[in-house]
């Protein structure tokens, strides 16, 4: 099966913005049909949804990001981006890409990513 790529993680200082990118670990694997989510980590609230995009394109934030991140895809679907706005030193954690062939996430998911780590100081 398609396994989950993530890139963009990095340091950087509250209120600075990054952009996390997921893709399939086939070049070009497309993920239309599949409903797509960011996770994120962090040891004071373990594993929490943060966005998730439906297959049909319907998208949904955690209370705690929301105006802040945005969630979308390529057109073609092969691509996942979270463009992280005005961030916070509580958005420091390990964040996840995760898919699943349902075409909706809410808590578990069929694929994961290996993770990237978020720093924000």
């Known amino acids: 099966h398609v396994q989950l790529v993530e890139s963009g993680g990095g340091s950087v200082q509250a209120g600075g913005s990054l952009k996390l990118a997921c893709v399939g670990s086939?070049?070009?694997?497309?993920?239309?049909?599949?409903?797509m989510a960011w996770f994120r980590q962090t040891l004071a609230n373990g594993r929490e949804l943060i966005s998730s995009?439906?297959?049909?394109?319907?998208?949904t934030y955690a209370d705690s990001v929301k105006g802040r991140f945005t969630i979308f895809q390529d057109k073609d679907k092969t691509t996942l981006y979270l463009q992280m706005n005005s961030l916070k030193t509580e958005d420091t954690g390990v964040y996840y890409c995760?898919?699943?062939?349902?075409?909706?996430?809410?808590?578990?998911?069929?694929?994961w990513g290996q993770g990237t780590q978020v720093t924000v100081s």
């Open positions: 995009i439906r297959s049909d394109g319907t998208t």
């Open positions: 995760a898919a699943d062939e349902r075409g909706y996430i809410l808590v578990s998911a069929d694929y």
């Open positions: 086939i070049s070009g694997y497309s993920f239309r049909g599949y409903g």
